[in-house]
């Protein structure tokens, strides 16, 4: 019947919103944003199988920089481009930038992280995410999954993005200079590589990932308590959003059913 399959619809939902709060409760320490590194990424660790595998990049999250000179004295962002293209005084005036600009505020700044932290927390979820009750900006934003499947510009495989042993990363993660979708996509198949445990998963690159690199010698994601309090707090948020939706349409299939039965 339609109330038992909302029922399970409602299970599911309880299921996903356990597998966000433990992404978000994981790691300890934040390091500077920008600075997304992969230094140990050259060392290579010996498994139990004998197959030599990378250690996983870091991704970290941290301080605004001017896009031209990494100046951490940003004063102008985009009106057009939101928060993601920002200049200091010396960049601003040479940038010839086509859209109007608006001073960047303190509460710019942490407004901004805490999108790019959540960015992170959505782009990880919709990954593997087939539910038809879901966060909103799962529901929206599952055509990336759909255009990382048929870009042209993105690399081919996995190992198309490894030179040296190391991952190519930036400010949020993987650095793909032809399509910044496909390059943020990236960086979170690497985040649902991390905490992925299926013995074969359908998400792109999962289990690639995984024979690379050596995803139980860390966790990759490094956020600070305050950063993870506050995506925590946005994300059960967001949840609550979820159970209304799924209660309204609980509610509908049950009169749907009546109706029915009264036909």
């Known amino acids: 019947m339609a109330s038992t399959s909302s029922q399970k619809t409602s299970e599911d939902v309880e299921d996903t919103e356990e597998d966000l709060k433990k992404l ?13 590194s992969s230094e140990e990424g050259s060392r290579k660790v010996q498994t139990t199988t ?5 250690l996983p990049p870091t991704i970290r ?13 940003v004063y102008w962002t985009c009106k057009t481009c939101c928060q993601y293209t920002m200049f200091c005084q010396k960049c601003a005036r040479k940038a010839r930038h086509p859209h109007t600009m608006k001073r960047f505020r ?3 700044r942490t407004t901004f992280l805490l999108q790019r932290h959540l960015q992170l927390v959505y782009y990880n979820h919709i990954v593997s995410c087939e539910r038809e009750i879901c966060l909103e900006p799962c529901l929206s934003q599952r055509e990336y999954r759909v255009h990382f499947d048929s870009c042209p510009c993105r690399p081919r495989s996995i190992h198309d993005i490894i030179v040296n042993g190391e991952v190519r990363f930036d400010g949020t993660g993987f650095t793909h200079e032809d399509c910044v979708d496909c390059g943020l996509y990236i960086t979170c198949l690497f985040l649902h590589a991390n905490d992925c445990k299926a013995e074969q998963c359908p998400a792109q690159w999962c289990n690639e990932m995984r024979e690379v690199f050596d995803m139980d010698s860390k966790q990759i994601w490094q956020i600070s308590d305050e950063m993870k309090k506050k995506v925590k707090d946005v994300i059960i948020a967001e949840w609550k959003k979820v159970r209304e939706r799924q209660q309204v349409i609980l509610v509908r299939d049950i009169v749907d059913d009546l109706l029915a039965l009264t036909v």
Do not use: A, M, T
Not at 50 to 54: A, D, I, Q
């Open 24 to 36: 978000v409760s994981e790691n300890k320490e934040e390091e500077e944003v920008g600075e997304c």
């Open 50 to 54: 004998g197959r030599k595998k990378l």
């Open 61 to 73: 999250i941290g301080v605004c920089r001017c896009v031209q000179c990494s100046s951490e004295n």
């Open 106 to 108: 303190e509460s710019d």
